[in-house]
């Protein structure tokens, strides 16, 4: 049985070593993370570690399908807080006790690794909505959730945050996926431009048609980022930059793209390091005049099962749908002190910054 986690036991290791197991992987993802604070940062971390090593252990297996039984049968292990003896396993172990992390997120995104392993052709936006939600709509749930957001209205914008993101990534990775033989681009798109998709696959090459469906897919993603944006006013102050800055980071890949003339297939576009140095500037400042709009947009129909399993799960441990995170009193005295900390560590790196200048 788990014990709770506690920062001062050696579960911390787990989460220390998932940091440099994770070195190298997602820059964007960790230039955000360093605006989190240390406990949910440890938590995130830990989360984005296991569905790194699981993704890749599906991507790289000569049999996905025994892959996807064993990851399942991990997700037991952890789930009944008996994991296996692995860094990744421990670590999100401790996240889903400490958390009561919803297991159908999870389940989620394994769903999307199993699609993945189909090679599933997507016919409509729609459908690519649906995949998105699995691999990265039920990631930004969890991200919501770890953060003490359970609301309805904020886990949905979170999932849409997450949809766009994966809607990026289709829209930079067109030629990759195509050589590895998988396509995400919406069919009835790609028919509409007069390409038959697969003979498009036997020769992956940019055309005019190619383009116009990337522009539009990037289109979708910049509506959905716009939508997303506004779920960043219901987080507690001291997550709201890092998860702007994300947010920012990954729209600006698309307008990389666009500045790369579409061309996703014999190009990767990746945002440059003083850019996203300027966009965390930017998140740090603009986040904080953020709103929430009177009247809330539906959630997008492919991510509002996994608004309800997290109501759900509300329901099942009575816990709060939003407002202060749910802990101790010795933990809540721990966040108060560690938010005033942070306060007064900004104060003196702007007083020493004026004083320079």
């Known amino acids: 049985m788990l014990e709770p986690y506690d920062k001062n036991a050696a579960h911390l290791r787990d989460f220390d070593e998932c940091v440099a197991l994770m070195r190298g992987g997602s ?41 996807l039984e064993q990851l399942q049968h991990r997700l037991d292990l952890i789930y009944d807080q008996n ?29 999307g690794f199993a699609w993945d392993t189909e090679t599933r052709l997507y016919p409509t936006l729609e459908s690519v909505h649906d995949y998105g939600a699995r691999v990265a709509g039920s990631v930004g749930a969890m991200m919501s959730w770890i953060m003490g957001a359970r609301n309805a209205h904020t886990l949905a914008r979170a999932c849409e945050l997450g949809v766009a993101m994966q809607l990026t990534n289709i829209a930079r990775d067109v030629g990759e996926d195509a050589r590895n033989g998988r396509l995400y681009l919406p069919l009835e798109w790609l028919h509409q431009e007069g390409i038959d998709h697969v003979q498009w696959l036997q020769n992956p090459v940019l055309t005019p048609g190619i383009q116009a469906v990337v522009g539009r897919l990037l289109d979708e993603a910049d509506r959905l980022y716009q939508r997303s944006s506004v779920g960043v006013a219901d987080l507690a102050p001291e997550f709201r930059a890092a998860i702007f800055s994300a ?92 938010l005033i900390e942070r306060r007064l560590e900004d104060n003196e790196q702007f007083m020493n910054t004026s004083t320079k200048s």
């Open 27 to 67: 820059k964007t993802f960790f230039a955000a993370s360093k605006l989190l604070p240390k406990r949910v940062r440890q938590a995130s971390i830990a989360l984005y570690a296991f569905c790194r090593v699981a993704d890749d252990l599906v991507d790289h297996s000569t049999h996905p399908r025994a892959s």
């Open 83 to 111: 994991p296996m003896d692995v860094i990744e396993d421990h670590a999100l172990s401790h996240v889903v006790h400490q958390f009561k992390l919803p297991r159908a997120l999870l389940d989620a995104l394994m769903e």
């Open 247 to 338: 947010r920012l980071i990954y729209a600006e890949i698309g307008q990389v793209l666009r500045a790369n003339q579409l061309d996703s297939i014999q190009q990767r576009s990746v945002v440059p390091l003083s850019r996203k140095l300027w966009l965390l500037c930017q998140a740090k400042l603009q986040a904080p005049w953020i709103v929430t709009p009177k009247v809330a947009e539906p959630a997008l129909p492919a991510i509002a099962y996994l608004v309800q399993a997290c109501k759900e799960q509300c329901a099942r441990y009575g816990l709060k749908h939003e407002g202060f995170p749910n802990r101790g009193f010795p933990e809540r005295v721990e966040w108060v002190l560690e």
